[in-house]
């Protein structure tokens, strides 16, 4: 059967049936989807049968579908052109990208770690940048407001974090050893990528609440590092915190943000499904925010192994800002220039 589809499939190209029905230049959002949505729910019909595996669709459904996804593809680069914004365009981008792989690839592809680390991993974080915003907002406003009033109001913030109070506000030299063993590296490093696995973890985790409980712990890890921060600025110990976090911290907070709009979107999923079932769309965003946890981890890791080597040796400025800055740029570097998506086939023009 796999044989004869993909036989079928090649003699026998699908029609490119949006040419025959362009959508009037007039015609609003509502019309389009009503004149066009029946080609929709055909094509989201033959995908649910499929299941992954065009072998289950008959030779003349095979057909259909090659048809049916060059003329949502279509409709897709109209309603990108005509109707930005509006739901309808997610909704049609969704289904393109669910219908790609079954109508080329006859069934999905399991993808390899290499392809993963190198491309997926990075257009997942990409995919969604209003959520990776909503995450640093959430982030670093309480760590600029914390930080604000730990430095007016030294004595009432010290309160809020009495376990680290005193190691911030004890004058130092920047220069100082930051007392750990060099001995004690490989041990500290361990214990550093592992807790902030777990705060990544959590991070995520809370988007199961609706996304309240990312948000919360983006929130207070930012009003944390804002207080912390405060009180080492009214101590006249900023200069030794910067030495401190610079070199782990760029990557560190990078890689928090993400976790928190993958939370977002698993959040968001559950609260705004759109036109899918709920369950449907949760286990789909599931998987894909798992995805973004899974490839955030060699960088948690990577940052503990700065913190916990780097960091302790107090190289100075001219050591841990090329570092720090170093590996967030190449981190959000590799998010722009590996995060954009290739152009479907079918949508030749551009957009």
Not at 86 to 101: K, M, N
Not at 177 to 196: D, E, M, V
Request: glycine share 12%; proline share 6%.
């Amino acid at each position: 059967m796999r044989r004869s589809a993909r036989l079928v499939r090649m003699r026998h190209p699908a029609p490119v049936l949006w040419m025959r029905h362009p959508a009037p230049l007039a015609m609003n959002v509502e019309g389009f989807a009503a004149e066009r949505g029946g080609a929709w729910t055909e094509l989201e019909g033959l995908i649910s049968r499929a299941h992954r595996h065009l072998e289950r669709l008959a030779p003349d459904e095979v057909l259909r579908a090659g048809g049916l996804y060059r003329s949502v593809a279509a409709d897709l680069a109209v309603a990108r052109r005509r109707y930005p914004g509006d739901p309808v365009v997610r909704r049609l981008e969704q289904l393109v990208t669910r219908a790609r792989p079954l109508v080329y690839a006859g069934s999905a592809r399991r993808q390899t770690l290499r392809a993963f680390f190198a491309r997926d991993y990075w257009q997942r974080v990409a995919e969604r940048p209003r959520l990776l915003l909503l995450a640093a907002v959430f982030l670093f406003v309480p760590a600029i407001v914390g930080g604000l009033w730990a430095h007016g109001d030294p004595s009432h913030a010290a309160g809020v974090v009495p376990g680290i109070s005193s190691a911030v506000v004890v004058k130092r030299q920047a220069t100082r050893n930051l007392g750990r063993a060099a001995t004690s590296g490989p041990a500290i490093s361990s214990q550093i990528f592992t807790n902030n696995i777990r705060v990544t973890f959590l991070t995520f985790a809370g988007g199961i609440l609706f996304g309240l409980g990312s948000a919360l712990v983006l929130v207070y890890n930012g009003a944390f590092l804002g207080i912390v921060a405060g009180l080492a600025t009214a101590s006249g110990n900023a200069k030794f915190l910067a030495q401190f976090v610079t070199a782990h911290g760029v990557l560190e907070l990078s890689c928090i943000t993400v976790a928190g709009a993958a939370g977002l979107r698993l959040g968001l999923a559950l609260i705004s499904p759109g036109y899918r079932p709920r369950g449907e769309v949760l286990v789909e965003e599931g998987r894909k925010t798992v995805e973004i946890v899974l490839g955030t981890m060699p960088w948690l890791v990577v940052a503990g192994l700065v913190e916990g080597f780097i960091t302790p040796a107090a190289l100075g400025f001219g050591v841990v800002l090329p570092v720090g800055l170093g590996l967030g740029a190449t981190y959000w570097g590799l998010v722009i220039w590996r995060g954009r998506r290739p152009v479907i086939p079918a949508l030749a023009p551009s957009l």
